[in-house]
């Protein structure tokens, strides 16, 4: 029987939709706030589309668009296509190494004209879609091997891509999809090791790899002193304690100097180290340099490493409470903080509106995130359920780094604030995420495959 389709008001949640809007708005209120000057002439300037937050002004009206589009279309189409469009997503990744501009020293770029695309950005979405119908496909078995290397590798390719193009801040995004994964049923044990990575990761940061072989393997020698008895009974539990110090080893000797080598940039590596207070171990290009340098050179390398941070946390102290008012911050209005309206907006927030309106701030994303749980929890669909997932791990994953990032609690690494970055890029990709999950919604009660 012939159904009508609905129209765009029916059945849509109009909260998460209102969240967006205020969100976005803000973004726009704090791009203006970076970028205009008392003395500019706001409406030349506005209208010739020059400055970002013109620009921005015009992503904005472009996603509105893309917005209404996407409402209007039949859910099932999204469905059906997600497999063309995570190729067509890994194509675009690769014909950036082809046709690719070159930003900030990377090469994941596709000038457009009007904007440049981020492919590696976009990519989230279908990476997203694709996982999402893998998982609902009535033969994947997720509690089975195979599947689980399946939807890994779907989500982890284009990670690799990403790598390859010098993003690995956008790569590391793609670790969000974990999260999804582990509400589906993938085990908790891969979690667990990777978290285990990752302490052993952040103390190789504080710690000599001497200092941690060490260390890891008096933890080793306790662990087989306090379950010597159980050893005796169960002999595999002596070959799990060696085979995770060894697999420890492996990790903290080969695979950490690896990554820091040649996976991160090596600006990435220098404001890492130097955000703890330690000089790169693994910059061997100037290391007679190094040996040789006084303690007050040491400092104004690190000093200069951290200059985007530290301008940052000025900023954002400065605001105080209620902040200094809309346009008068002074860190802001004399340009001290570098990409602030990109990576460092949060700043403008800040500086503008103080303590308080980066708790407004705080509040809305994370009610933002709560409605995308609720919302998930409430599909009759696989597919729309892992599919909200994703979007909440990805928003999630995004606003963490980035404030983390602009307070000085986790390494600069390139990672935007969602819908209140500058970018086309971005604003694009969010914004389509948001208003595929509205429309997957407004069909909750259908059983989407």
Same mark, same amino acid.
């Given at each position: 029987m012939y159904h009508k389709r609905p129209d765009i008001t029916q059945n849509k949640d109009w909260k998460i939709i209102l969240l967006y809007i205020v969100i976005a708005i803000?973004?726009?209120?704090?791009?203006?706030?970076?970028?205009?000057?008392?003395?500019?002439? &706001? &409406?030349?300037?506005?209208?010739?589309?020059?400055?970002?937050?013109?620009?921005?002004?015009?992503?904005?009206?472009?996603? @509105?668009? #893309?917005? #209404?589009f996407i409402l209007l279309t039949d859910s099932k189409f999204f469905t059906a296509t997600p497999n063309l469009l995570y190729v067509f997503g890994i194509i675009l990744m690769i014909a950036t190494f082809v046709?690719?501009?070159?930003?900030?020293?990377?090469?994941?770029?596709?000038?457009?004209?009007?904007m440049n695309l981020q492919p590696v950005e976009t990519c989230k979405i279908f990476t997203s879609l694709a996982l999402a119908k893998y998982l609902s496909r009535s033969d994947t078995d997720f509690l089975k091997s195979k599947s689980q290397l399946i939807a890994s590798a779907i989500c982890f390719l284009p990670a690799?891509?990403?790598?390859?193009q010098n993003e690995t801040g956008l790569a590391l995004v793609y670790f969000s999809f974990l999260l999804p994964m582990y509400r589906e049923g993938f085990p908790p044990v891969y979690l667990v090791s990777g978290s285990f990575l990752g302490i052993l990761l952040v103390l190789t940061l504080l710690l000599t790899p001497t200092q941690l072989i060490i260390g890891l393997t008096i933890l080793a020698l306790l662990a087989i002193n306090s379950l010597k008895r159980k050893i005796r009974r169960k002999r595999n539990i002596m070959t799990t304690i060696i085979i995770v110090?060894? @697999?420890?080893?492996?990790?903290?000797?080969?695979?950490?100097?690896?990554?820091?080598?040649?996976?991160?940039?090596k600006y990435q590596t220098e404001r890492i180290f130097s955000m703890v207070g330690r000089d790169n171990p693994y910059d061997t290009e100037n290391?007679?340099?190094?040996?040789?340098?006084?303690?007050?050179?040491?400092k104004q390398k690190a000093d200069n490493e951290n200059y985007n941070v530290k301008q940052s946390k000025i900023a954002i102290g400065s605001g105080g409470f209620f902040g200094k008012g809309f346009l008068k911050g002074t860190q802001t209005q004399g340009d001290f903080v570098p990409e602030q309206h990109t990576d460092f907006i949060f700043t403008s927030v800040g500086e503008n509106f103080g303590f308080v309106g980066s708790a407004i701030l705080m509040v809305l994303f994370l009610t933002l995130l709560l409605r995308i749980v609720l919302i998930a929890e409430r599909q009759r669909s696989t597919f729309s359920r892992v599919y909200a997932?994703?979007?909440?791990? #990805?928003?999630?994953?995004?606003?963490?780094?980035n404030i983390c990032m602009t307070i000085g609690l986790a390494p600069v690494i390139g990672i935007t604030l969602p819908l209140m970055s500058y970018g086309g890029s971005s604003l694009m990709t969010f914004t389509i995420l948001i208003f595929i999950l509205v429309r997957l919604d407004a069909d909750r009660q259908m059983i989407l495959r």
């Open positions: 803000l973004g726009l209120v704090s791009i203006f706030s970076v970028e205009f000057r008392t003395n500019d002439d &706001f &409406f030349p300037s506005f209208f010739a589309f020059k400055k970002n937050y013109s620009k921005q002004f015009m992503y904005l009206l472009g996603c @509105a668009v #893309i917005a #209404i046709v690719g501009k070159t930003v900030n020293g990377s090469k994941s770029w596709i000038p457009l004209g009007f690799i891509f990403s790598l390859l110090w060894l @697999a420890s080893l492996f990790f903290v000797g080969l695979a950490v100097p690896f990554l820091f080598k040649h996976v991160f940039q290391e007679l340099d190094n040996k040789i340098s006084s303690s007050d050179n040491k997932y994703c979007v909440a791990a #990805i928003v999630f994953f995004h606003v963490a780094i």
